[in-house]
């Protein structure tokens, strides 16, 4: 399974932007997929998790409330809406794919190349 995350960029605080993971493979749609981010120096951080069926979604408690996952298995893409973003927020998003939806990122076995997401204050 291939990853390709898009759709970062650069937004005011207070914007929204909406970043997109697509998966090509044979199995691309049966993965539970979740969004990490890092930035320079730090671990890598969990931000939100969705089952491959889309029922279940997780959320880090720092973007609860302003973030929403969502997933169209028919194009094998999942999507991470972020809205009233913060500074804080400003880091390489990744996403990744794994049999179980976790928090944890040494569970998911597949992972894309990331999108920077900047946030101006």
């Known amino acids: 399974v291939q990853l390709q995350a898009s759709g970062g960029g650069l937004v005011q605080a207070g914007g929204s932007l909406r970043v997109s993971c697509a998966a090509s493979g044979r199995t691309g749609s049966m993965y539970a997929t979740g969004w990490f981010r890092q930035t320079p120096g730090k671990e890598r951080e969990f931000v939100a998790a969705?089952?491959?069926?889309?029922?279940?979604?997780y959320y880090a408690d720092s973007v609860k409330g302003r973030f929403a996952i969502s997933r169209d298995n028919a194009k094998n893409t999942v999507f991470l809406q972020m809205n009233s973003l913060k500074p804080e927020d400003t880091a390489v998003y990744f996403c990744?794919?794994?049999?179980?939806?976790?928090?944890?990122?040494?569970?998911?076995?597949?992972w894309g190349q990331g999108t920077q997401v900047t946030v101006s204050s």
């Open positions: 969705i089952s491959w069926r889309g029922g279940s979604t």
């Open positions: 990744a794919g794994g049999w179980y939806t976790s928090t944890v990122s040494r569970e998911y076995a597949y």
